[in-house]
């Protein structure tokens, strides 16, 4: 009897854990270099997808794929709501290889990994979730900077896929930053470092802490750990693309590298009430441009920042994307 019900025990929390699976694309612009796609799939047999991408600075397991406790992540709520899930690592982040100059001194390099490319890196992701996987059905949820290259796929591939969800999406803004990353390939920082930027003490209300615990605890450990360490620089100091930061200035001064007229699947922009990459004004006009999108949806939740799939909230944030890609391919049916 102990035995059969220890065996049922681990057969609940094997299928309440599912784990999340890495494969690796080959590119064939870039020989030798591979692109990682975690992916978690669902109890029983689908055609649907959710492709998560993520932002300028840490990769898929730091971000959608964080599990907070063991599968308790945004990419394991997705495959539990039926969906193969998947998150990408662009080239430079995470489990993807390293471009030669991300190894090299950052000065005089052009800048890692611009929209344009890692858009090419998504079309590989969905040519693999289509041709390998036999989804027919692709629904995108985009963060941050990776709204940019999220968005450039699905102008450019107009019948690729489902949805569009464009998670704290970078929009205009009146001035700028002052920073000119164009002409280094790579910048750094300490995994403590960002973690204190994670916190937005410069923005949210004295004494009002979001972050989950899981964050603080072990966050920047796995962080550190994402990076590979260049022989020469200090023991604490991450290698980040650079590219991603020049698209986010390019984007803020008003110049996007695709026309979000060119886009017709359903978009869904989501940011929190305390995001300081959009706002209501600048979400709305964003918004307002995907003219031939047939359903768009824009929703700000309360008690959110820029990382709010990060924090206390974000059970607010995967429901709400759920029902968006539920309302989404009820359009195309």
């Known amino acids: 009897m102990l035995v059969w019900l220890a065996m049922t025990l681990a057969v ?3 299928a309440n854990n599912p784990p999340i699976d890495t494969v690796y694309l080959a590119l064939p612009n870039a020989p030798g270099e591979h692109l990682a796609l975690h992916c978690v799939h669902p109890s029983q047999a689908t055609q649907a997808a959710v492709l998560f991408i993520h932002g300028a600075s840490f990769p898929t397991l730091l971000a959608s794929g964080f599990q907070f406790s063991p599968g308790d ?3 394991h709520d997705a495959a539990k709501h039926g969906y193969l899930s998947c998150g990408l690592d662009f080239l430079g982040f995470g489990d993807s290889s390293r471009p030669p100059a991300m190894l090299r001194p950052a000065e005089g390099a052009a800048p890692v990994i611009r929209a344009k490319e890692a858009a090419d890196e998504i079309a590989a992701a969905v040519d693999y979730l289509r041709s390998k996987q036999g989804m027919t059905s692709i629904h995108v949820v985009a963060h941050s900077w990776g709204t940019i290259p999220a968005a450039t796929f699905a102008a450019n591939h107009p019948y690729e896929l489902t949805s569009l969800t464009l998670f704290g999406p970078v929009v205009p803004v009146k001035t700028p930053a002052d920073d000119d ?3 280094i390939a790579w910048w750094s920082i300490t995994a403590q470092q960002r973690l204190e930027q994670l916190r937005f003490k410069d923005i949210l209300p004295r004494n009002q802490y979001l972050l989950e615990p899981a964050v603080d605890q072990r966050w920047t450990a ?3 750990a994402s990076v590979p ?3 020469g ?3 604490d100091m991450l290698r980040i693309p650079s590219g991603p930061l020049v698209d986010i200035d390019t984007v803020s001064a008003g110049t996007y590298p695709y026309k979000a007229s060119d886009v017709w699947v359903p978009v869904f922009v989501v940011y929190g009430n305390y ?6 004004e600048g979400a709305t006009r964003f918004l307002a441009g995907f003219t031939h999108s ?4 824009r929703l700000r939740i309360d008690d959110g920042t820029h990382v709010m799939h990060l924090e206390k909230n974000r059970h607010s944030l995967y429901e709400s994307v759920n029902a968006f890609i539920h309302a989404a391919e009820s359009t195309e049916r």
């Open 229 to 231: 360490h260049v022989p």
């Open 12 to 14: 609940v929390t094997s």
């Open 181 to 183: 990353p164009t002409h």
């Open 294 to 297: 047939p359903l768009r949806w």
């Open 233 to 235: 620089d200090k023991d």
């Open 73 to 75: 992540s945004w990419i």
């Open 275 to 280: 995001d300081n990459v959009v706002n209501d």
């Open 222 to 224: 796995t962080f550190a």
